[in-house]
């Protein structure tokens, strides 16, 4: 889920993995507004949203099939570029810790089916289950479900960082192609008509940043001790709701902290 526009308005965003291939386009995104989708979709999209894969089913949403967004694109600046009027961009990018899944779980299942040694095909998974506590020792994934957990951590921190990347570096082509066209009419300034022609090429130029804009950006990174955000198994300690404030007031105090230096920066 994401916040666009105003504080009156929230997107949430789910993966489409709805089995008719209709809008490629689309990037296998779906957006819901709560300035236009009803309740009850847009009730269902919230838990759509948050459905991760693999522990939860998707979930029909209307005429589309969603599930967990963040998948595909965990931190959506595009989504805020696109609205012409988001002239600030204010991110919070928490900073999990992962826990190592291994072979823990395996191993009371590998002491029981030991008393049945005798039979082969006991003694050949009691092998397996040998072989996925070693792997783990070396610091491979243990077994189908640790190497699909660790796939899914990638992904997402990567999309995360190719969203961010993205960004930056259409920034960074605004910027050289405005400072490259003030520096080419500075060396034509003499001549009115040539200066007026090359204004005029660099006006038609078609990039693939051409149609964007620069939107000043603040990314916060922060992460919590204890209860938290954290994915975890059922042992996980609970998150409590003094937990999850803690968390939403670490975030507003950082960003707090980043826009007083912004006004300090633009001040000097």
């Not at 105003?6 to 689309?26: G, N």
């Amino acid at each position: 889920m994401s916040l666009a526009a105003s504080p009156v308005e929230l997107v949430v965003l789910a993966t489409d993995l709805t089995d008719d291939h209709k809008d490629p386009e689309s990037g296998y995104e779906l957006l819901y507004s709560t300035r236009t989708t009803p309740p009850p979709i847009l009730a269902r999209a919230l838990v759509a949203s948050a459905a991760v894969p693999a522990l939860v089913l998707p979930l029909p949403v209307g005429d589309r099939i969603a599930t967990d967004g963040s998948w595909v694109r965990n931190f959506p600046l595009a989504h805020a570029y696109d609205r012409l009027d988001v002239e600030l961009i204010v991110a919070f990018r928490y900073l999990p810790r992962y826990p190592r899944m291994g072979a823990g779980a395996l191993l009371p299942l590998k002491h029981r089916l030991r008393r049945f040694g005798r039979l082969p095909p006991i003694r050949a998974f009691v092998a397996e289950l040998e072989e996925a506590e070693a792997r783990a020792e070396r610091g491979e994934p243990a077994h189908l479900a640790d190497m699909i957990v660790r796939l899914a951590r990638v992904a997402i921190l990567r999309n995360t960082e190719l969203e961010e990347r993205l960004a930056q570096e259409k920034d960074a082509s605004l910027r050289t192609l405005a400072s490259l066209r003030e520096d080419v009419l500075g060396l034509v300034s003499g001549d009115d008509d040539l200066a007026a022609a090359v204004d005029r090429r660099f006006g038609a130029a078609e990039f693939p940043f051409r149609g964007d804009r620069i939107v000043p950006r603040i990314t916060v990174r922060g992460d919590i001790e204890g209860a938290g955000l954290d994915p975890g198994f059922r042992s996980s300690p609970h998150w409590s709701d003094a937990d999850k404030r803690r968390l939403i007031r670490r975030g507003y105090d950082l960003t707090d902290r980043e826009l007083a230096a912004r006004e300090v920066a633009e001040a000097v």
